[in-house]
Every structure is written in structure tokens, then in C-alpha cells.
């Protein structure tokens, strides 16, 4: 296990009615921007309850509505501009990834002269940044308890990440009953990205992470067992908030402390998104399966073997590690697809198929790092089998 420095500065406020502590904004904000998805927050009645605590503690607000599911540059740029014009303190998300990524994204520009796009290629460059505070609505991206944020570019097609401690948020109200409004697909994709996150930490190679390993399953486990019963009763309240806890833990360093981490699997995925709008949790769907088949190999394989064995509860005894390893990606798949109604391929995400080697090529040099190395040639084996 590798050293490692852990501190999670963002307070969480779970459960039901914690929407009340929304008034700690006082503490460290006085005019904030309010930023939103469409108009699932006012259909639920997430926003009046908002708006009301926000009034009640005299906090002022303005409003950014209408955030892309792949939150986009030009929002986040809108969102700059009218944070300086109004003189704002503080940005407050209500909503699921896209909402949060978004206001993560509005507060480090505010504090940077320059186009917030540079910290994409340059993480150092974010030194400051307004106060984030969340009101989550989904349970998928953990964004609400971590330092990083997914913005789009349409001008050049790119989904890239930036990242910094500024823009961890200070506190993050998380009520289970906030995401009962939540479509069934949008379940399902969420549970697949929580599985995702939990994936790119998982398959590494640090030797003897064992306890980063068991917490590791445990949380796929409660995806596997609860992720189907939120997206067939969405107002069980313990499929909710499990399945919500499970979303922040994936991804809040908690599974990932000591372990040698270079993420392969979602640059894989941002290059869908980026270019087609792809759901992202759904494009993971798709592409999870098709990679752990490629990256299956000799140096891998026991990975693979025990991840069937503990978390799908495959029988190995007796058994060559190869069709257990198999077993355990095939019951992934199926998972995914049956269980979770998601797509199984690119084609019914309406990915063209003459489009798969100008992505792969995108992704030339980009993923040399990774658990498995990848080249441009593997990535459009990866594309090919998802078709």
C-alpha cells in the first residue's frame, strides 16, 4: 500500500428533511447563484423547499437553469459572468453530476482570468474558487463529496476533467426522498456509474490494498442488490438511500487511499458523450463489459477471478481462473442490461459505427498509464466489441 494524505473537508448533511441546514450558506455565502438541471426540481417540489430556507435565512439568489445532462463550456461561462456582474459570493447546485460538475466548474472560473477550459490541461492553475454547496437529486457522479468536474467543449468535441481542492464543497445535503422524481433510466444509469467508479479503483496494481478491496465490493454489492429495486420501486426509501451513500463513497478517496489509480475506462466513455450526448452511466454500461474481456489476460486474470468470486458469488473451485473470470463479466453484462434495462451496445445508444476509429484515435497516447496500456488499436477493439 502507497502512502497517502486523506482529507474530506465537505460536511453531509443525510437524510430526510436535512433540506433545513441549507441555511448554513449564512456561514459562508450571502448571495448566491443557483444552478439547475430542467424543471424536475420545481415538478417535485425540491425548489420551493430551497427557495424557502434560502429566504427564511436571508440569503439572496440569482438563477441558472437548464444545465445540460454534459454540462457544457458556454454554461459554465454564462455562469461566470453573472456571478461577477451580481457581485455573487457563493454557488448552490441542486441536482444530480451535470448541476454539481457545472457549479464546481462556474466557481473556479470566477476566481481565474482566463477561459476555465486551460484547467483541463492544467489542474495547478486552479488556486481559488467561490464556495460550492450542493443539494444532491441523484444518486451517480459521488461529485457532491469530491474535488473534480466534468465539462464539455461542443466547439472541439472534448470531455475532459479539471480538478482541485477550492471547489470541494463545503457541505452537501443528501435526502434519499430527493431522488424518488428520478426516471427509471436515469436510475439505472446511475447505478452503472456508481459500479464505474468503484471499477477504476478496484483493478489496480497495488499489491496488498486488502481492505481498500473488500470496502471496494461492498459497495458494487449494494449497487448489484439495490440498484434494481430503486428503478422498479422508486420511492423505496432504503433502495435510495442506500444506493445515494454508496454514490459518494465510490468516489470520495475512501476506496482509492494507497492505491497506484490511472483511470482507463472513462475517457473511453467521454469520448460518446462528447460527441453524441451519450448518457454517460449508460455508455459505461456498455463499455465496462467490452473492456474487462480485452484486458483480460494473464497478469490480470486473478483480478478478474476474484471480482467474480466476491462479488457475484461464482464457484471456483476446481475451476480454471479464465471461466471464472468470464463467468463474473458475463453476470456484469447481464446485470447491466436485464437487471438494470440499460442498452448492451453502442448501436442502441445510436453511436455510428463509422465513427468508432475517429474516437479511438482521440485517445492516441492517452491511456499508456492505465491498469491495462492501451493503445489506439486496443480502444477501437473495445469500441468494435460494444457495437
Not at 63 to 88: A, F, H, I, Y
Not at 298 to 325: I, K, L, P, S
Not at 338 to 347: E, I, K, M, S
Request: some cysteine; overall charge negative.
Amino acid at each position: 500500500m502507497q502512502n497517502f494524505d486523506y482529507n474530506i473537508p465537505t460536511k453531509v448533511y443525510f437524510g430526510k428533511g436535512q433540506i433545513e441546514k441549507l441555511g448554513e450558506i449564512k456561514n459562508y455565502a450571502s448571495r448566491v447563484l443557483m444552478v439547475y438541471g430542467g424543471g424536475s426540481i420545481k415538478r417535485a417540489g425540491i425548489y420551493d423547499q430551497a427557495v424557502s430556507v434560502l429566504r427564511e435565512n436571508g440569503i439572496e439568489f440569482f438563477e441558472l437553469s437548464g444545465v445540460d445532462p454534459n454540462p457544457r463550456l458556454e454554461t459554465v461561462q454564462l455562469g461566470k459572468k453573472l456571478c461577477l456582474d451580481k457581485g455573487l459570493d457563493g454557488v448552490l447546485a441542486i441536482g444530480g453530476g451535470s448541476s454539481i460538475d457545472c457549479s464546481k466548474a462556474i466557481a473556479a472560473a470566477v476566481k481565474y482570468d482566463g477561459n476555465v477550459w486551460d484547467m483541463t490541461s492544467d489542474w495547478s492553475l486552479m488556486q481559488d474558487a467561490l464556495p460550492v454547496f450542493v443539494v444532491s437529486t441523484m444518486a451517480a457522479t459521488g461529485s457532491e463529496m469530491d474535488a473534480y468536474a466534468v465539462i464539455t467543449n461542443t466547439e472541439t468535441n472534448e470531455k475532459k476533467d479539471l480538478g482541485g481542492d477550492p471547489v470541494i464543497p463545503k457541505f452537501s445535503i443528501l435526502d434519499p426522498k430527493f431522488t424518488y422524481s428520478v426516471p427509471k433510466f436515469q436510475t439505472a444509469a446511475g447505478a452503472a456509474d456508481i459500479i464505474s467508479h468503484v471499477f477504476e479503483v478496484y483493478f489496480n496494481r497495488t499489491p496488498k490494498a486488502y481492505l481498500q478491496k473488500r470496502m471496494s465490493e461492498a459497495v458494487m454489492k449494494t449497487v448489484i442488490k439495490y440498484g434494481p429495486i430503486a428503478v422498479n420501486d422508486p420511492k423505496n426509501y432504503e433502495a435510495r438511500a442506500n444506493l445515494m451513500w454508496a454514490s459518494s463513497l465510490a468516489i470520495n478517496g475512501l476506496l482509492s487511499n494507497g492505491c497506484y489509480l490511472d483511470w482507463g475506462i472513462h475517457p473511453i466513455e467521454h469520448e460518446l458523450s462528447a460527441y453524441f450526448d451519450v448518457t454517460h452511466g449508460a455508455g459505461l454500461a456498455v463499455v465496462m463489459p467490452a473492456w474487462m474481456e480485452h484486458v483480460l489476460q494473464d497478469d490480470t486474470v486473478e483480478q478478474f477471478a476474484e471480482y467474480a468470486v466476491n462479488v457475484w458469488g461464482v464457484e471456483a473451485e476446481g475451476r480454471d481462473q479464465y471461466e471464472v473470470a468470464r463467468e463474473g463479466i458475463a453476470k456484469t453484462r447481464d446485470f447491466f442490461v436485464n437487471d438494470l434495462g440499460l442498452p448492451g451496445t453502442l448501436h442502441e445508444l445510436n453511436v455510428p459505427e463509422d465513427s468508432l476509429e475517429m474516437m479511438a484515435g482521440n485517445l492516441n497516447g492517452v491511456l499508456t498509464g492505465t491498469f491495462v496500456p492501451m493503445t489506439t488499436e486496443d480502444v477501437l477493439a473495445i469500441y468494435k466489441a460494444c457495437y
